[in-house]
Protein backbone atom coordinates (compact mmCIF):
# COMPACT_ATOMS: atom_id res chain seq x y z
CA UNK A 1 0.00 0.00 0.00
CA UNK A 2 2.39 2.17 0.76
CA UNK A 3 4.44 2.37 -2.51
CA UNK A 4 1.12 3.86 -3.77
CA UNK A 5 1.18 6.65 -0.98
CA UNK A 6 4.61 7.36 -2.08
CA UNK A 7 3.89 7.35 -6.25
CA UNK A 8 0.60 9.72 -5.23
CA UNK A 9 2.98 12.03 -3.57
CA UNK A 10 5.95 12.49 -6.06
CA UNK A 11 2.83 12.33 -8.51
CA UNK A 12 1.67 16.09 -6.69
CA UNK A 13 5.63 16.95 -6.57
CA UNK A 14 6.18 16.52 -10.17
CA UNK A 15 2.78 17.90 -11.74
CA UNK A 16 3.69 21.29 -9.54
CA UNK A 17 6.92 21.40 -11.04
CA UNK A 18 5.50 21.22 -14.26
CA UNK A 19 2.74 23.30 -13.79
CA UNK A 20 5.56 26.11 -12.45
CA UNK A 21 7.81 25.48 -15.56
CA UNK A 22 4.49 25.71 -17.98
CA UNK A 23 2.89 28.92 -16.03
CA UNK A 24 6.01 30.34 -15.43
CA UNK A 25 8.20 30.32 -18.93
CA UNK A 26 8.66 34.16 -19.05
CA UNK A 27 9.15 34.87 -15.97
CA UNK A 28 12.02 35.26 -13.62
CA UNK A 29 12.26 34.25 -10.34
CA UNK A 30 12.31 37.17 -8.34
CA UNK A 31 10.78 38.28 -5.01
CA UNK A 32 7.22 39.38 -6.60
CA UNK A 33 6.73 35.76 -8.18
CA UNK A 34 6.25 34.30 -4.35
CA UNK A 35 3.32 36.93 -4.21
CA UNK A 36 1.84 35.90 -7.76
CA UNK A 37 -1.54 33.85 -7.05
CA UNK A 38 -0.86 31.50 -9.68
CA UNK A 39 2.66 30.46 -8.33
CA UNK A 40 0.83 30.27 -4.66
CA UNK A 41 -1.66 27.64 -6.71
CA UNK A 42 0.27 25.34 -8.13
CA UNK A 43 2.80 25.47 -4.60
CA UNK A 44 -0.17 23.84 -2.61
CA UNK A 45 -0.25 20.96 -5.26
CA UNK A 46 3.26 20.65 -4.00
CA UNK A 47 1.97 20.93 -0.51
CA UNK A 48 -0.36 18.42 -0.57
CA UNK A 49 2.49 15.83 -2.23
CA UNK A 50 4.61 17.01 1.28
CA UNK A 51 1.34 15.68 3.52
CA UNK A 52 0.92 12.51 1.95
CA UNK A 53 4.72 12.12 2.10
CA UNK A 54 4.71 13.02 5.58
CA UNK A 55 2.36 10.54 6.75
CA UNK A 56 4.02 7.70 4.75
CA UNK A 57 7.36 8.76 6.63
CA UNK A 58 5.13 8.71 10.29
CA UNK A 59 4.53 5.19 9.02
CA UNK A 60 7.18 3.51 7.64
CA UNK A 61 10.97 3.40 7.29
CA UNK A 62 12.80 6.91 5.55
CA UNK A 63 15.37 4.49 3.97
CA UNK A 64 12.62 2.64 2.33
CA UNK A 65 10.56 5.89 1.06
CA UNK A 66 13.06 7.90 -0.23
CA UNK A 67 14.27 5.34 -2.56
CA UNK A 68 10.45 5.12 -3.61
CA UNK A 69 10.77 8.43 -3.85
CA UNK A 70 13.75 8.85 -6.27
CA UNK A 71 12.59 6.26 -8.73
CA UNK A 72 9.16 7.63 -9.39
CA UNK A 73 10.77 10.86 -9.31
CA UNK A 74 13.30 9.02 -12.03
CA UNK A 75 10.72 8.06 -13.71
CA UNK A 76 7.65 11.02 -13.76
CA UNK A 77 9.90 13.79 -14.52
CA UNK A 78 11.14 12.60 -18.03
CA UNK A 79 7.91 10.92 -19.01
CA UNK A 80 6.44 14.47 -18.22
CA UNK A 81 8.99 16.57 -19.69
CA UNK A 82 8.82 14.69 -23.14
CA UNK A 83 5.08 13.86 -22.79
CA UNK A 84 3.72 17.46 -21.85
CA UNK A 85 6.36 20.17 -22.95
CA UNK A 86 7.72 18.03 -26.21
CA UNK A 87 11.54 18.19 -24.70
CA UNK A 88 13.93 15.50 -25.96
CA UNK A 89 15.80 13.33 -24.47
CA UNK A 90 18.51 11.09 -26.16
CA UNK A 91 19.09 7.74 -25.78
CA UNK A 92 22.21 7.78 -23.64
CA UNK A 93 19.40 10.23 -21.88
CA UNK A 94 17.18 7.59 -21.60
CA UNK A 95 19.76 4.67 -20.50
CA UNK A 96 20.88 7.06 -17.75
CA UNK A 97 17.17 6.99 -16.54
CA UNK A 98 17.34 3.28 -16.54
CA UNK A 99 20.15 2.69 -15.06
CA UNK A 100 19.16 5.49 -12.24
CA UNK A 101 16.19 2.99 -11.25
CA UNK A 102 17.87 -0.33 -11.52
CA UNK A 103 20.81 1.63 -8.70
CA UNK A 104 17.88 3.14 -6.69
CA UNK A 105 16.50 -0.75 -6.83
CA UNK A 106 19.73 -2.05 -6.47
CA UNK A 107 20.10 -0.03 -2.94
CA UNK A 108 16.71 -1.34 -1.76
CA UNK A 109 17.61 -4.65 -2.65
CA UNK A 110 17.29 -6.99 0.33
Known amino acids: MYPALI???QAFYSVSDLLK??????????PALLTNPRFIG???IAV??????LYV???YDLSRTAIFMGVF???LTPLLGVL???E?????NWLGVGLAVIAIALVNAK
Open 7 to 9: FIA
Open 21 to 30: KMAFRDMMFS
Open 42 to 44: VTL
Open 48 to 53: VGFLVQ
Open 57 to 59: LSR
Open 73 to 75: ALI
Open 84 to 86: VLQ
Open 88 to 92: KLSPL
